[in-house]
Nanobody
Framework: QVQLAESGGGLVQTGGSLRLSCAAS????????MGWFRQAPGKEREFVAA?????????YYADSVKGRFTISRDSAKNLMYLQMNGLKPEDTAVYSC????????????????????WGQGTQVTVSS
């Protein structure tokens, strides 16, 4: 059974940093893109960042987090990370990790429907 488990969320002041982790189990996802999404109360789930199955420099970020967040992965260990710096109150949300439906994608997707496996999420709260 495939499971994704996020950790690392919490309460932080404006300008602070957090590092989220996503641990995948049940199968190997080294051939799949992985991504982070977030959902604030009363809002739709939105894309945050994604990393290509090949890792390296193949990453994609939402404009709102570009330059502040960094996504990375350790495919050998089925782990993914999101380093969040310069946090703002508008970053407050439940952050979820996800894995794409299909392997070996040629392009990184920011579309929710392209992701088939989801974690339960971890709360990130940024106080002003």
């Amino acid at each position: 059974q495939v499971q994704l488990a996020e950790s690392g969320g919490g309460l932080v002041q404006t300008g602070g940093s957090l590092r989220l982790s996503c641990a995948a189990s049940g199968r190997t996802f080294s051939s799949y893109d992985m991504g982070w999404f977030r959902q604030a109360p009363g809002k739709e789930r939105e894309f945050v960042a994604a990393i290509n199955w090949s890792g390296g420099g193949n990453t994609y970020y939402a404009d709102s987090v570009k330059g502040r967040f960094t996504i990375s992965r350790d495919s050998a260990k089925n782990l993914m990370y999101l380093q969040m710096n310069g946090l703002k109150p508008e970053d407050t949300a439940v952050y979820s990790c996800a894995v794409t439906r299909l392997p070996w994608r040629a392009t990184i997707s920011f579309m929710v429907n392209d992701y088939a496996y989801w974690g339960q999420g971890t709360q990130v709260t940024v106080s002003s």
